[in-house]
Nanobody, 126 residues
Framework: QVQLVESGGGLVQDGGSLRLSCATS????????MGWFRQVPGKEREFVSR???????YYATSVKGRFTISRDNAENTVYLQMNTLKPEDTAVYYC????????????????????WGQGTQVTVSS
């Protein structure tokens, strides 16, 4: 089992940056795919990015070129660097973990993930 705790959210102006962290405990994350999702009230949870245990990354089209996912297996932490933030990025951001392998274009659905954090709010003001 893996426990996930997100941090780093907050209020930022349009065009600003934030770095989200997902600290994990329990099983080491080196064998897990790690994902970031976001959700606004009344909408389904949306895929943002994921990094496979191999290091392969995938991004939603809406964030590609602005967000960067990374992982530090030694620290059991996953990061999401968010640059050039826009008001439409406002959401609660969730970290998720999935044991095992991802296909090159896989692990993009919330249903692919087993473990979830509690979320951190990101608000981008215009």
């Amino acid at each position: 089992q893996v426990q996930l705790v997100e941090s780093g959210g907050g209020l930022v102006q349009d065009g600003g940056s934030l770095r989200l962290s997902c600290a994990t405990s329990g099983s080491p994350i080196r064998d897990y795919a790690m994902g970031w999702f976001r959700q606004v009230p009344g909408k389904e949870r949306e895929f943002v990015s994921r990094i496979a245990w191999s290091g392969g990354t995938y991004y939603a089209t809406s964030v590609k070129g602005r967000f960067t996912i990374s992982r530090d297996n030694a620290e059991n932490t996953v990061y999401l660097q968010m640059n050039t933030l826009k008001p439409e990025d406002t959401a609660v951001y969730y970290c998720a973990a999935r044991p095992g392998y991802c296909l090159a274009d896989g692990c993009l659905s919330s249903q692919d993930y087993t473990y979830w954090g509690q979320g951190t709010q990101v608000t981008v003001s215009s």
